[in-house]
């Protein structure tokens, strides 16, 4: 597969590519491309990341355009120092370097790629987390010399529009599905995964058939193995104030019953056939997800929701017994900004997330809801309430943002039994059938708060001063940096 990728990738780079690019998730310019099209009907803010035409400023790096082909190569950086207040490893520090570059040609293809690496002294959960995933948060593999992590990662896309309704994506990244912090239904707060995309934008209708791959735990083996995930999606904004879309995925399990590897069932390549039916049709062991999200716009202003289901039966959930298998996840928000007064460039938003236990896990870690031993949705997993808020100010060279998380998770007692936190973990070792609740087991609450400021000035281009404060569990901590904003890495959790 890698192979493949990088072959097809190495043709086409020597070949053509395009005008277009695409915009980072959760950055500031994706704040602002929200704002400019609140009301455009034909553009839609739940499906990240976005694709906008290469832009002609300034940057530090190189780039040529000659007649109609334009290429670029820029650096990919971020040096920072920080202290935590943690008894031990109190010292900080990120140290990575990497390029990305890319080559267009007219309208109809764009290639990109980055590539990054270096060392880093993470704060406390984040090294336990590396260590307990086998791969460090957001980025990927990762190799440890005593108490520092040398990380490495690497995305690229190729977006081919042949006619201007039909697009096709080919890559390794992240997505986003959803208008909040984070989503119940796909977040970008996992290290990415391979993909190919076929999408068609008509208008005010979207969708979307996806192929995604990555490694993942195989817990009957012990290793990481490949892992499939299709899904396909549409979203359609009914008019200017209403938005509402549907969600399908399956995981499709790669060993059968007697534990022989196989290939992805060709019955799910196609995209016009919903999978649920494909998957009781075929009497498979894979792993099938549903969900829904929509919008209502106002003044400015959007409330938001997502609903997700894995299993579920409506006797069961009326007659309110707790029965373990009722494995869904809600979400509500509102968020907003203003243009005029005293609050102008001020945006907020606020948020509650509900994900039952058991929510995105299986029989087997390698059939879960999950990539590269991280959750697809919430980066916590699931047996957990949230709720989250954020303020935001942005200028033309300041940008500021104040998080504030508070959850309440369920987490496992040491034994052999799980109480539907941890995704990877089989639900054929939960401790009962019936009375199961949110925040079940061992109980944690977490107050976590953080504080970022952004400084752009026109001499940095493309670089920006960065600085940030908070508190994880009761871990004080501050970081101070030098970076480049061209991969997506969320600093909220």
């Known amino acids: 597969m890698k192979s493949f990728l990088t072959f097809i990738f190495c043709v086409l780079t020597f070949c053509v590519n395009a005008q277009t690019r695409n915009v980072v998730i959760g950055s500031y310019e994706q704040d602002s491309l929200e704002k400019a099209n609140f009301y455009n009907q034909n553009f839609h803010s739940q499906l990240k990341s976005y694709t906008v035409n290469i832009d002609s400023s300034d940057i530090y790096g190189f780039r040529k355009s000659f007649s109609k082909n334009t290429f670029s190569l820029m650096p990919v950086t971020e040096f920072s120092l920080g202290y935590q207040s943690e008894p031990e490893d ?30 880093s002294k993470p704060l406390i959960h984040r090294a336990l987390l590396a260590d307990s995933l086998g791969y460090f948060p957001q980025l990927g593999d ?7 992590y040398f990380v490495k990662y690497f995305e690229f896309y190729i977006n081919y529009r042949p006619v201007k309704y039909l697009m096709f994506s080919l890559g390794k990244g992240k997505k986003f599905i959803g208008e909040g912090l984070r989503s119940i239904i796909m977040s970008a707060s996992n290290s990415g995964m391979y993909y190919f995309d076929i999408k068609v934008d008509v208008r005010h209708f ?21 892992k499939w995930t299709v899904y396909h999606l549409f979203s359609w904004n009914a008019t200017k104030w209403l ?34 039916p494909v998957e009781y049709s075929l009497g498979s062991p894979d792993n099938e997800l549903m969900g829904i999200f929509g919008k209502l716009k106002f003044f400015k202003q959007t409330f938001y929701a997502q609903a997700m289901i894995d299993e579920f039966k409506i006797g069961e959930f009326k007659a309110n017994t707790g029965w373990w298998a009722n494995k869904y996840s809600l979400q509500a928000g509102v968020k907003g900004f203003f243009e005029k007064g005293v609050l102008k460039n001020f945006s907020y938003l606020f948020q509650a997330d509900y994900i039952r236990p058991y929510m995105y896990s ?37 940008m500021v943002d104040f998080t504030l998380d508070y959850l309440s998770i369920g987490k496992d007692y040491p034994g052999k039994y799980s109480y539907g936190n941890n995704v990877l973990r089989s639900y054929n070792t939960r401790k009962q059938e019936y009375d199961n609740s ?49 991969i997506s890495f969320d600093r909220s959790f």
């Open 90 to 119: 109190k010292f900080l520090y990120n140290s990575f370097l990497g390029l990305s570059g890319g080559y267009s040609f007219s309208d109809k293809l764009s290639i990109n790629a980055s590539v990054l690496g270096g060392y």
């Open 362 to 398: 299986h029989d087997d870690a390698n059939n879960s809801y999950s990539i590269y031993n991280q959750c697809y949705a919430n980066p916590y997993g699931a047996n957990l309430k949230e709720f989250s808020a954020q303020i935001k100010y942005s200028s033309k060279v300041f």
């Open 142 to 148: 990762f190799t440890k010399n005593q108490k520092n």
């Open 438 to 486: 949110v925040g079940q087991g061992l109980n944690i609450k977490l107050l976590n708060y953080y504080f970022n400021l952004n400084y752009q000035p026109c001499f940095l281009k493309n670089f920006c001063l960065f600085s940030q404060i908070g508190v994880f569990d009761e871990n004080k901590f501050f970081q101070i940096g030098i970076k480049t904003n061209l």
């Open 243 to 276: 938005s509402f879309g549907g969600f399908e995925a399956v995981n499709l399990v790669r060993r059968d019953s007697l534990n022989n590897s196989r290939f992805v069932d060709l019955h799910y390549i196609n995209p016009l056939v919903f999978t649920r």
């Open 206 to 226: 979207n969708y979307i058939f996806s192929i995604n791959g990555g490694k993942n735990l195989d817990s009957k083996l012990q290793a990481a193995e490949t």
